[in-house]
């Protein structure tokens, strides 16, 4: 194999080999970083819904109401998965424009993105979006709102319990709130890259 | 040299920028500290895990490199070694060149500004550019970071739009959301213009394989949703054994770097896209980099290695908060940087031998670390390695100790140094020829001489 690859191992050993023993493996508990908040949970869409407003991001559960506020912004175009359209586009009125294929030439076009959740995490209010299960990435990030249709059995209760599921998948993204940054002057500013509403649209 | 180099980068802060990294850190530190303490019943318990969990890799990595390389090529990726910088520019290029590939846009990954990348590949006519947006604005300036999260912490708005304005991108507004939404625009035609997805890693699980690249901003998913070909940047010491230790880890970071329970984008990248996906690199590179790493990891101090480059040490720092980033002259700043830049300079060990002694010692950055490392006590051990290898900057702001140890070693002479040192009130003590007391004494005021009080009341204390 390469030089670089038998310098970097050989460095390594003869680092370590001098060292009377090894650092052991600890062994911890997983109740250790779990929030105080997501204990006993029955029902997580109530914690889940609170912590993703706690971040900035929009839980709706009603199309109807997602077609509301998105009427209201004049939010008119946009991209949805074609999976999910035909049991979404009977609640949107004439007047709205939904396609069913990504064009990246067209990256202004689309004021949303309708693309489904793999799962969600109630303890911090995060979507979880899996490569598989998303049928466009730039669909899913580059409009200015992007809705995560989610199913409430989806939702695990804490962090160590999602990363216990984590789906054999190429790219697994982890959505907690809108966008943003405050690299000037620590100021938060939402929609950098990515979009700048975050809602969650509860089908059940 | 009377002060050391930290103070004099203290002392020639403009006191806009001064005050501006001051203002950050601090609010970063409380902030960090409620949240913490808010949402565990014991989060030092967490740092000690975490730092346990990553000392247990560092020291092991003999065997889990070969273990991480086996899972990454299972999983479809192509994996590279370099054992130097220049190695690792090298890869870059001719992973691009094997393939006609020219554009990059990258998302911050700090071994590439270890490496001095850009520089390289612009040479080799290879076009990059940042889009983390503080990491742009540092260089369309021409710049270098502050912060190891909080790039331009040293910047002001005004600074901002003045570059914006310059560089095209709108007449002047220094209005921060305005400043933002033009880079959103800006940036994105530039990510479906190019070529390749560069980014770093702040984890790499080895029992699967998977990457863990957090943002908040979204750059690194733009980059990995735009171009066909991602190259990971990432230093030896980023594993973790477990994806279940990721659970801990990222908990932690959030937290500790910008005060979030997580941070927005936290993606898991295990290889190319999946066959269904539209969007996204069809080929996946991981460049392992060592770039003085294993130096490291022979020393005493390899504790340093288990850094998880959250920034919480600098937000803390006094030294940094009056001195700002740029001081320390290398990548990594702050406490952290005080350990790691000496020890990754290698043979240039004594251009940075000042740094570990930009520093009370006052122990804050070991308490905040997430990963526990010992900093002061790191610290200290460099400190005697500049000593030992006799580097001036080591030296240097340090009052000549010689003449001290004559007289504490001796009594007579102590005590007749006990009586000039009552003369010395009746002296302007600016008159005293030592220049590392001249530099103190120009902001302070000496005390009164009471030497030799403690000797006459042993001798005459009552016997018991
Ligand atoms: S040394 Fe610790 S506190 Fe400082 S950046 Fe690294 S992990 Fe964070």
Redesign the pocket.
């Known amino acids: 194999m390469s030089t670089s690859r038998e310098q970097i191992m050989g460095r390594v050993q003869a680092a370590l080999a001098p060292l009377p023993q090894r650092a052991a493996r600890p062994d911890w508990d997983r109740d250790l970083v779990i929030l105080r908040q997501a204990h006993g949970l029955t029902d997580p869409w109530p914690l889940f819904a609170e912590r993703l407003k706690a971040v900035n991001g929009t839980p709706l559960t009603s199309v109807t109401e997602l077609v509301a506020l998105l009427g209201k912004n004049n939010w008119k175009h946009g991209y949805c998965d074609p999976a999910l359209w035909p049991q979404l586009s009977g609640a949107f009125p004439s007047g709205f424009t939904v396609e069913t294929t990504y064009d990246r030439t067209r990256v202004d076009d689309y004021a949303f993105g309708l693309t489904a959740a793999a799962g969600a995490i109630a303890e911090t209010g995060t979507l979880i979006l899996t490569d598989n299960g998303t049928s466009s990435r730039l669909g899913a990030l580059a409009p200015w709102v992007h809705i995560a249709v989610l199913h409430r059995n989806q939702i695990h209760h804490d962090i160590p319990s999602a990363v216990a599921a984590l789906p054999a998948d190429p790219n697994i993204i982890w959505v907690t709130g809108p966008s943003k940054t405050a690299d000037v002057e620590g100021i938060l500013i939402e929609g950098v890259h990515g979009p700048g509403r975050q809602v969650a649209l509860l089908v059940d | 040299m009377a002060t050391q180099l930290i103070d004099q980068f203290a002392k020639n802060l403009a006191p806009d920028t001064k005050a501006a990294v001051y203002d950050g850190s601090k609010k970063g530190h409380e902030k960090r500290t409620q949240l913490l303490f808010d949402t565990y019943a014991d989060p030092n318990r967490l740092r000690e895990i975490a730092g346990e969990i990553k000392q247990h890799v560092i020291e092991n990595l003999d065997t889990y490199l070969p273990a991480v390389e086996a899972k990454l090529q299972a999983n479809g990726v192509k994996v590279h070694w370099a054992a130097t910088g220049d190695d690792a520019c090298a890869a870059v290029r001719d992973i691009m060149q094997a393939r006609g590939l020219r554009k990059i846009v990258k998302a911050k990954t700090m071994v590439s500004e270890e490496i001095e990348l850009e520089h390289y590949l612009n040479k080799h006519g290879i076009e990059t550019l940042e889009t983390d947006l503080g990491e742009f604005i540092v260089q369309i300036d021409h710049d270098h970071p502050s912060h190891?999260v909080k790039p331009i912490i040293h910047k002001n708005r005004r600074e901002i739009a003045q570059s914006f304005e310059r560089e095209g991108l709108g007449a002047y507004n220094d209005d921060p959301a305005t400043i933002t939404a033009r880079a959103r625009q800006f940036l994105r035609h530039k990510y479906l213009a190019a070529d390749v997805a560069l980014t770093g890693a702040n984890f790499v699980s080895v029992e699967s394989g998977r990457l863990v690249i957090v943002t908040n901003e979204g750059n690194s998913r733009f980059c990995l949703a735009a171009t066909k070909c991602h190259i990971a940047l990432v230093g030896i010491e980023k594993l973790v054994p477990n994806d279940r230790d990721l659970g801990l880890l990222l908990n932690l970071l959030g937290r500790?770097a910008t005060a979030q329970q997580l941070t927005v984008y936290t993606e898991f990248v295990s290889g190319p896209k999946s066959a269904t996906q539209p969007d996204g690199p069809e080929e996946m590179h991981v460049i392992f980099v060592d770039n003085g790493r294993t130096d490291v990891l022979a020393s005493d101090c390899r504790d340093?290695l288990?850094?998880?480059?959250?920034?919480?040490?600098?937000n803390v720092c006094p030294v940094y908060r009056q001195a700002s980033g740029h001081a320390y002259r290398s990548v990594y700043p702050?406490?952290?940087g005080a350990v790691l830049s000496p020890l990754l300079a290698g043979k240039k060990f004594p251009e940075f031998a000042d740094l570990p002694k930009a520093s009370s010692l006052c122990g804050a950055?070991h308490e905040?670390?997430?990963?526990n490392?010992p900093?002061p006590d790191l610290l200290l051990r460099l400190r005697e390695k500049g000593k030992r290898e006799g580097a001036p900057l080591a030296a240097a702001g340090t009052p000549p100790m010689g003449a001290w140890a004559v007289l504490a070693s001796q009594p007579a002479a102590w005590k007749v140094a006990l009586f000039g040192g009552k003369i010395l009130n009746f002296l302007p003590t600016n008159l005293i020829p030592v220049p590392a007391l001249r530099a103190w004494e120009a902001k302070r005021t000496l005390p009164e001489w009471r030497g030799g009080e403690f000797r006459a009341w042993f001798k005459n204390r009552p016997k018991p």
Not at chain 2, 306 to 314: E, F, M, Q, T
């Open positions: 190891i500790s340093i288990r850094c998880i480059r959250c920034g919480a040490c600098l702050g406490p952290v950055c905040v670390c997430p990963v490392i900093i």
